[in-house]
């Protein structure tokens, strides 16, 4: 695959196109292809032909690498996609198929691998969707089989229906080592009457969320077009779906496919690319960036480091010698990217430390695929010695599959004023989350403080800059001040589900003090959601959107672009 950095950020020059097909129906029988509905793809498609369809490519910026991924359960069309990846440079990664029912996986990806182009096999797919067996992925040989994928080092495409989607959810709860690609959003049904949409999305979009929040899941931003009526579709009849997904996963686990030529059916290859366009037009140009190329080329790299590795660690965590010939190495994976304020703040923390120390650092400024391409790296062994990241992805990723060290000695470790790392943290900030291991051990460092804050235009209004509200009932005064001047009160921050419960932490918090939603939460009887500051605060947030305070629906940013402009010093 290309190299992350052309593929990504606002300076990439090129989009990943993470799912597309080639077929010649004279050279394999496409059985599939006898549906009546289907007979405009009866023919040879080839990549030239690929080539002369995706040629405006998305938003200007021209296709730089795809992912060819298999249409039949055979191994003779894998060995055919490989060999054309072989030979043309455009094909990045082939996700192919074995036949995962059988006794000889391990045999069969062996020989795909030896086969000319085999060093191009990035996953593995089957027509999930095709089989009566609801649990089709849950059969222990399947299971078995797909344990023998991920210690290839391999990812597994999701070619699920919507009802099919819990048993995705359980496969991914069972291999969480297993990177797990969901192909054309789970297949939702986006077509008939418009207003009877919304019914028939909700079970999908819940068993969708169910599957997200498995950090090792990404999701192809591919094939909405051909779930909805091929005919008369509309960007309408597609915003729904991107919502949810955009909730679900977030643009950096989203990944932009064309589903080509199969899309024909519904839309060209052009249009599809300006429908994309469309759909993430208000995010932030990084955001976009992970979408339409950086999102696939992070997964394709660190599935790619997990195939290719030998075994061995590539940092010296037991202290080795540096390349330099002087003090200890160890590498590092940042969720920060080149110039964000967080990896400034941490890049001159690191040139202090080794001034300091005489270490080596090898640092990567990974962004927020850190965690996900540290889950097929762990099951080789080549990965980094420290990684950072929000704890809900820390958790389900080295926590749980007891992937992590034990830190007690860095705790005691003294820093550069003669006191200690765990002198450093305030307790305060450990009583509403856990860092222990089952061994009572920490295994991390918290090193950033999360605030809130509600945002307002300074230039239009001067008074709120010298004279902010500063109680609830000034606050809510404030808001009924703007609604009789015809003013919108509040719009929801950005594109984070979470951030609207802020409104009711904060208000617990600035109460009941830190840790009272951690000891509400865990309170198994229920009764600690009858504590009368606990009931304040969502009577407090119920009155607020009652009142109509809160637009529903609107967002004012997305995350992070306006954090990160207050940061930097510009106006926002």
């Given at each position: 695959?290309?190299?992350?950095?052309?593929?990504?950020?606002?300076?990439r020059?090129?989009?990943?196109?993470?799912?597309?097909?080639?077929?010649?129906?004279?050279?394999?029988?496409?059985?599939?292809?006898?549906?009546?509905?289907?007979a405009?793809?009866?023919?040879?498609?080839?990549?030239a032909?690929?080539?002369?369809?995706?040629?405006?490519?998305?938003?200007?910026l021209p296709?730089?690498?795809?992912?060819?991924?298999?249409?039949?359960?055979?191994?003779?069309?894998?060995?055919?996609?490989?060999?054309?990846?072989?030979?043309?440079?455009?094909?990045?990664?082939?996700?192919?198929?074995?036949?995962?029912?059988?006794?000889?996986?391990?045999?069969?990806?062996?020989g795909?691998?030896?086969?000319?182009?085999?060093?191009?096999?990035?996953?593995?797919?089957?027509?999930?969707?095709d089989?009566?067996?609801?649990?089709?992925?849950?059969?222990?040989?399947?299971?078995?089989?797909?344990?023998?994928?991920?210690?290839?080092?391999?990812?597994?495409?999701?070619?699920?229906r919507?009802?099919?989607?819990?048993?995705?959810?359980?496969?991914?709860?069972?291999?969480?080592?297993?990177?797990?690609?969901?192909?054309?959003?789970?297949?939702?049904?986006?077509?008939?009457?418009?207003?009877?949409?919304?019914?028939?999305?909700?079970?999908?979009?819940?068993?969708?969320?169910?599957?997200?929040?498995?950090?090792?899941?990404?999701?192809?931003?591919?094939?909405?077009?051909?779930?909805?009526?091929?005919?008369?579709w509309?960007?309408?009849?597609?915003?729904?779906?991107?919502?949810?997904?955009?909730?679900a996963?977030?643009?950096s686990?989203?990944?932009?496919g064309?589903?080509?030529?199969?899309?024909?059916?519904?839309?060209?290859w052009?249009?599809?690319?300006?429908?994309?366009?469309?759909?993430?037009?208000?995010?932030?140009?990084?955001?976009?960036?992970?979408?339409l190329?950086?999102?696939?080329?992070?997964?394709?790299?660190?599935?790619?480091v997990?195939?290719?590795?030998?075994?061995?660690?590539?940092?010296?965590?037991?202290?080795g010698?540096?390349?330099?010939?002087?003090?200890?190495?160890?590498?590092?994976?940042?969720?920060?990217?080149q110039?964000?304020?967080?990896?400034?703040?941490?890049?001159?923390?690191?040139?202090d430390?080794?001034?300091?120390?005489?270490?080596?650092?090898?640092?990567?400024?990974?962004?927020?695929?850190?965690?996900?391409?540290?889950?097929?790296?762990?099951?080789?062994?080549?990965?980094?010695?420290?990684?950072?990241?929000?704890?809900?992805?820390?958790?389900?990723?080295?926590?749980?599959?007891?992937?992590?060290?034990?830190?007690k000695?860095?705790?005691?470790?003294k820093?550069?004023?003669?006191?200690?790392?765990?002198?450093?943290?305030?307790?305060?900030?450990?009583?509403?989350?856990?860092?222990?291991?089952?061994?009572?051990?920490?295994?991390?460092?918290?090193?950033?403080?999360?605030?809130?804050?509600?945002?307002?235009?300074?230039?239009?209004?001067?008074?709120?800059?010298?004279?902010?509200?500063?109680?609830?009932?000034?606050?809510?005064?404030?808001?009924?001040k703007?609604?009789?001047?015809?003013?919108?009160?509040?719009?929801?921050?950005?594109?984070?589900?979470?951030?609207?419960?802020?409104?009711?932490?904060?208000?617990?918090?600035?109460?009941?003090?830190?840790?009272?939603?951690?000891?509400?939460?865990?309170?198994?009887?229920?009764?600690?959601?009858?504590?009368?500051?606990?009931?304040?605060?969502?009577?407090?947030?119920?009155?607020?959107?009652?009142?109509?305070?809160i637009?529903?629906?609107?967002?004012?940013?997305?995350?992070?672009?306006?954090?990160?402009?207050?940061?930097?010093?510009?106006?926002?």
């Amino acid at each position: 695959m290309p190299d992350t950095e052309r593929a990504a950020g606002p300076g990439r020059t090129y989009v990943v196109d993470a799912h597309h097909h080639l077929w010649d129906p004279s050279a394999l029988r496409h059985a599939w292809l006898d549906n009546a509905e289907l007979a405009p793809l009866r023919r040879r498609f080839d990549l030239a032909d690929y080539r002369s369809a995706a040629a405006r490519g998305v938003g200007g910026l021209p296709v730089g690498s795809t992912v060819l991924v298999q249409a039949l359960a055979s191994e003779a069309e894998t060995r055919t996609l490989l060999e054309v990846a072989a030979k043309d440079a455009l094909v990045g990664a082939v996700v192919g198929w074995v036949d995962l029912d059988a006794a000889d996986v391990s045999e069969q990806l062996a020989g795909l691998r030896s086969a000319p182009g085999g060093e191009r096999l990035r996953g593995i797919r089957h027509l999930v969707q095709d089989e009566s067996d609801p649990d089709w992925l849950l059969r222990p040989r399947v299971l078995s089989n797909l344990r023998r994928v991920q210690e290839a080092g391999l990812a597994f495409d999701v070619l699920v229906r919507p009802q099919q989607l819990r048993s995705a959810a359980a496969l991914a709860e069972k291999l969480p080592g297993l990177p797990l690609v969901l192909d054309h959003a789970g297949k939702p049904d986006l077509t008939g009457d418009p207003t009877s949409r919304p019914d028939k999305l909700s079970s999908w979009a819940s068993r969708l969320h169910s599957l997200a929040t498995h950090q090792q899941v990404t999701c192809k931003l591919s094939g909405l077009v051909t779930e909805a009526d091929w005919t008369g579709w509309s960007l309408a009849d597609l915003v729904p779906a991107f919502d949810v997904l955009l909730d679900a996963f977030g643009p950096s686990r989203m990944m932009f496919g064309s589903d080509w030529p199969v899309c024909e059916l519904a839309a060209p290859w052009g249009r599809w690319a300006e429908t994309v366009g469309d759909l993430i037009d208000a995010l932030t140009p990084g955001e976009q960036a992970d979408i339409l190329g950086s999102a696939a080329t992070a997964l394709s790299l660190a599935v790619g480091v997990a195939a290719c590795s030998s075994g061995g660690s590539s940092a010296s965590g037991s202290g080795g010698a540096s390349a330099s010939g002087g003090g200890k190495s160890f590498t590092y994976w940042s969720m920060w990217k080149q110039g964000e304020p967080g990896q400034k703040v941490l890049a001159a923390a690191i040139k202090d430390f080794e001034k300091k120390t005489g270490d080596t650092v090898n640092v990567q400024w990974v962004g927020r695929q850190n965690m996900q391409k540290l889950t097929p790296a762990l099951n080789t062994g080549n990965v980094p010695d420290l990684v950072d990241g929000p704890v809900s992805k820390a958790n389900p990723t080295l926590v749980a599959t007891s992937q992590a060290l034990g830190l007690k000695a860095a705790w005691a470790d003294k820093t550069a004023d003669g006191g200690t790392v765990s002198s450093v943290i305030p307790a305060k900030y450990l009583k509403s989350i856990d860092i222990n291991l089952p061994d009572g051990q920490p295994y991390m460092v918290p090193y950033n403080i999360q605030t809130d804050g509600v945002w307002f235009n300074a230039a239009k209004y001067p008074e709120l800059k010298t004279n902010p509200p500063k109680t609830w009932a000034q606050f809510t005064a404030l808001l009924a001040k703007f609604k009789s001047q015809g003013v919108a009160p509040i719009a929801a921050d950005g594109n984070v589900p979470g951030y609207n419960a802020y409104w009711l932490e904060l208000l617990m918090m600035r109460a009941g003090g830190p840790g009272i939603l951690k000891k509400t939460a865990s309170d198994k009887t229920g009764q600690a959601w009858k504590n009368p500051i606990v009931l304040k605060a969502a009577e407090q947030v119920a009155q607020m959107v009652k009142n109509g305070d809160i637009i529903k629906g609107y967002s004012a940013s997305q995350f992070p672009y306006q954090e990160q402009q207050w940061a930097n010093t510009r106006p926002v």
